[in-house]
Nanobody
């Protein structure tokens, strides 16, 4: 059974850092593009960052570029999101997702086949 399990969320002060992890089971991890999305209260789910299955090219939302870094460890079937210089507006539930779409659709939530349950990140001012 396919499973994506996020961890690493929590409460942090503005300017602080957190590292999220998402461990995948039941899938051939290296065959999947991996991404992080987030959803704040009252808002739609939005794209944060993605890393491609081959070559490891990365894509970031403008709002996080330069502050967040996505990476993957295929040997551990895990994708990471290193978040630095956190802001209160980064507060959200963060979800990891796995998909096999073409590169041009890497930011599209509806192109990801599998999703985790999410982990809460709260940034206090």
């Amino acid at each position: 059974q396919e499973q994506l399990e996020e961890s690493g969320g929590g409460l942090v002060q503005a300017g602080g850092s957190l590292r999220l992890s998402c461990t995948v089971s039941g899938l051939t991890f290296r065959n999947y593009n991996m991404a992080w999305f987030r959803q704040a209260p009252g808002k739609e789910r939005e794209f944060v960052a993605a890393i491609r299955r081959s070559g490891g090219a990365t894509t970031y939302a403008d709002s996080v570029r330069g502050r967040f870094t996505i990476s993957r460890d295929n040997a551990k079937s895990t994708v990471y999101l290193q978040m630095s210089s956190l802001r209160p507006e980064d507060t959200a539930i963060y979800y990891c997702a796995a998909g096999t779409q073409i590169a041009s659709a890497i930011t599209w939530a509806n192109m990801y086949h599998y999703w985790g349950q999410g982990t809460q990140v709260t940034v206090s001012s």
